[in-house]
C-alpha cells in the first residue's frame, strides 16, 4: 500500500467519462497527468501551475478515438505509410500500471513516476501479428521536467523479428504561434507534406511559422528546441538511446 508521501507524488484518480488517470507532483508544484487509454500524458504544468501542453477542448476521451493533445503515443508506426491505422494502435488502447517493471537507468532522482505497460492482444494480431511488450515510464523530475522512457521487446515465440517505427506526437501549448522558432533540426531531411511528400534538407537555423506547416523528418535531432517567447517557455527536447 502506498504510503501518504508518495500519495504526494503519485496519484490514481478517475479523468474524464471515468477513465482512469494518475497524477504526478514534485512538491514545487509541478504536475503530470498521465491517462492509462493510450498511456497517454495530457497535461504537464509548472510551479505557476500554466499549462505546457496543448489538449484540444474538443478531445472526446471516448475510446477507441485516440485523444487529441497532450502526447499520443505513435506505434507501431509513425504516420499512415503501412496498412496499419495512422499513427498506429498504442495510443488507443487501454495500457496497465505495470507493477514489476526493469530496472530503468534514467529518472533517477524521480520520485513521480509511473510504468505502463502495453501488450499485444488476441483482437490486434489481426492487424499486427507480432507480439510485444511496449513499456513506458512518465516521470516528473524535481525540476519539473518531463521524462518519457519507452522500451520495446519482441516476445516473439518463434523469435522473428519485426520493424516500426515510432514518435512521441507532442502537442506542445503555444500563446503565438508568430512567436515561436523551433532550433535545432538544421542539416536533417525532411518530406514536406504540403508539397507531396516532396524532400528537403534544412537549410536554416530555425523555423518559424507564418502559414500552415507540415513536416515529417526522417531523423531525429539529438536536441531541439522551441521558443515561445510569450510564456517565458523555452522547452529542450533530447533524445537518448540506450
Ligand atoms: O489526426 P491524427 O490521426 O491524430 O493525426 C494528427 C496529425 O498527425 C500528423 O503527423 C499529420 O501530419 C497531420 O496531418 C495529422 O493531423
Known amino acids: 500500500m502506498a504510503s501518504a508521501s508518495e500519495n504526494i ?24 497527468e498521465v491517462y492509462l487509454y493510450g498511456g497517454q500524458v495530457t497535461s504537464w504544468k509548472n510551479e505557476r501551475r500554466e499549462e505546457l501542453l496543448f489538449l484540444s477542448s474538443k478531445a472526446l476521451f ?4 485516440p485523444i ?13 505509410l503501412d496498412s496499419l491505422e495512422q499513427h ?10 505495470d507493477p514489476d517493471p526493469p ?8 520520485r513521480a513516476f509511473i510504468d505502463l505497460i502495453l501488450r499485444h492482444s488476441e483482437e490486434e494480431a489481426k492487424i499486427w501479428s507480432h507480439r510485444y511488450e511496449l513499456r513506458l515510464r512518465v516521470a516528473l523530475g524535481p525540476a519539473g521536467d518531463l521524462m518519457l522512457t519507452s ?5 516473439n515465440t518463434d523469435g522473428k523479428s519485426f520493424t516500426f ?14 512567436e515561436v522558432r523551433v532550433e535545432g533540426l538544421e542539416t536533417l531531411d525532411y518530406l514536406d507534406n504540403l508539397q507531396n511528400r516532396e524532400r528537403f534538407t534544412e537549410q536554416g537555423d530555425a523555423i518559424t511559422f507564418e502559414s500552415e506547416v507540415s513536416l515529417k523528418f526522417l531523423k531525429q ?15 529542450y527536447v533530447y533524445r537518448s538511446c540506450w
Not at 88 to 97: E, Q
Not at 103 to 110: K, L, Q
Open 103 to 110: 530496472p530503468c537507468s534514467s529518472h533517477t532522482n524521480s
Open 9 to 32: 507524488y503519485v496519484e490514481h484518480v478517475k479523468g474524464v467519462n471515468g477513465l482512469d488517470k494518475v497524477i504526478l507532483r514534485e512538491i514545487r508544484g509541478w504536475s503530470a
Open 88 to 97: 498506429g494502435f498504442a495510443r488507443n488502447r487501454l495500457w496497465s500500471v
Open 221 to 235: 535531432a539529438y536536441v531541439f528546441c522551441l521558443f515561445n517567447s510569450n510564456l517565458y517557455t523555452l522547452f
Open 165 to 178: 517505427t515510432f514518435a512521441y506526437h507532442t502537442y506542445f501549448f503555444v500563446t503565438d504561434i508568430s
Open 151 to 155: 522500451r520495446i521487446r519482441n516476445t
Open 62 to 65: 471516448q475510446p477507441p478515438k
Open 68 to 80: 487529441r493533445g497532450g502526447i499520443p503515443i505513435c506505434f507501431p508506426q509513425f504516420g499512415n
